[in-house]
């Protein structure tokens, strides 16, 4: 059985960073295609960065050139790096395993638990 469990989250001032980690076990394969998604109170869950089998990146307008999503197979871990943090990105983070993470994203039925990252002015 699949299971992600997410880390990292917290809380930080405008303008900092943090690193958000989802390990993944369970299976071997599924780590080949992940995303981020965050939800805030009263939105929709949206997708933040995606990672796809064939290595291409997928990033929502508002984090591009801020957020990095990258893998470590021999780890089995997915990683957000979040820089240059705004109040705005203040949500709930969940990341997803083994859907489509190319436009906006069609999630799989695969998901953490959720970490919250809280970003003060």
């Known amino acids: 059985q699949v299971q992600l469990v997410e880390s990292g989250g917290g809380l930080v001032q405008a303008g900092g960073s943090l690193r958000l980690s989802c390990a993944v076990s369970?299976?071997?394969?599924?780590?080949?295609?992940m995303g981020w998604f965050r939800q805030a109170p009263g939105k929709r869950r949206e997708l933040v960065a995606g990672?796809?089998?064939?290595?291409?990146?997928n990033y929502a307008d508002s984090v591009k050139g801020r957020f990095t999503i990258s893998r470590d197979t021999a780890k089995n871990t997915v990683y957000l790096q979040m820089n240059k943090l705004k109040p705005e990105d203040t949500a709930v983070y969940y990341c997803?395993?083994?859907?489509?993470?190319?436009?906006?994203?069609?999630?799989?039925?695969?998901w953490g638990q959720g970490t919250q990252v809280t970003v003060s002015s």
């Open positions: 997803n395993a083994g859907g489509d993470y190319t436009d906006y994203g069609q999630p799989s039925n695969y």
């Open positions: 990672l796809t089998a064939a290595g291409l990146r």
């Open positions: 369970g299976s071997t394969y599924i780590i080949n295609a």
